[in-house]
């Protein structure tokens, strides 16, 4: 009989190391998420220019309702700095055109 309880000992130590081990892996997994999100963040806000595949990834690869919920604010954020940044090439594009019919009408007269 002591040799079924210990065997059952053993049996329980080894599911409860496999379980420490279990969550020493989703720590290191969870970093590494955590990590990627912060370059994400700071790819979409120093290169603009990004923003819409990283939309268009973000639509595509969370699928969880609660993450979606997650990253609503974000999009919003990020989806807002792609108009304010076509807004401004917009009116550089528009002001380079201005200047170039101004030089051109100086140079007529």
């Given at each position: 009989?002591s040799d079924?309880?210990t065997l059952e000992?053993?049996?329980q130590e080894?599911?409860d190391?496999?379980?420490?081990?279990?969550k020493?892996?989703?720590k290191?997994l969870?970093?590494q998420?955590?990590?990627?999100g912060g370059m994400?963040?700071k790819?979409a806000e120093?290169e603009p220019e990004r923003?819409?595949q990283?939309?268009?990834?973000?639509?595509?690869?969370?699928?969880r309702?609660a993450?979606?919920?997650?990253l609503?604010?974000?999009?919003?954020?990020?989806?807002?700095?792609v108009?304010?940044?076509?807004?401004?090439?917009?009116t550089?594009?528009?002001?380079?055109?201005?200047d170039?019919?101004?030089q051109?009408?100086?140079?007529?007269?």
């Open positions: 009989m079924i309880k000992q053993k049996k080894a599911l190391r496999a379980n420490r081990l279990q020493q892996i989703e290191k969870n970093g998420k955590f990590v990627l994400l963040m790819i120093d923003i819409p990283i939309l268009a990834d973000i639509d595509k690869y969370v699928t309702k993450d979606i919920s997650r609503e604010g974000f999009k919003s954020e990020i989806g807002s700095r108009a304010e940044s076509s807004n401004q090439s917009d550089s594009q528009n002001r380079a055109v201005y170039d019919n101004i051109s009408s100086l140079l007529d007269n």
